[in-house]
């Protein structure tokens, strides 16, 4: 059984070079509580398609 880092590094791999795309569509940066409501806003329209990221 391969291990959580080997699987996230062949992810990585495959995302680097085109074979699969990533669902993120929106990020939001930096982690704070307008950045939280705008990012549950996007997520309760259920008109996004994708992944919401809030990152620092």
Known sequence: MKS???I???I???LDSA????TVTKT???ISAVN????LRFVETN???GKVVVTK
Do not use: F, V
């Open 28 to 30: 939001l940066s930096p």
């Open 19 to 22: 074979k699969i795309k990533s």
């Open 36 to 39: 939280l409501r705008e990012a």
């Open 12 to 14: 990585a791999d495959l």
């Open 47 to 49: 008109h996004m398609l």
């Open 8 to 10: 996230l590094n062949i």
């Open 4 to 6: 959580q880092h080997e």
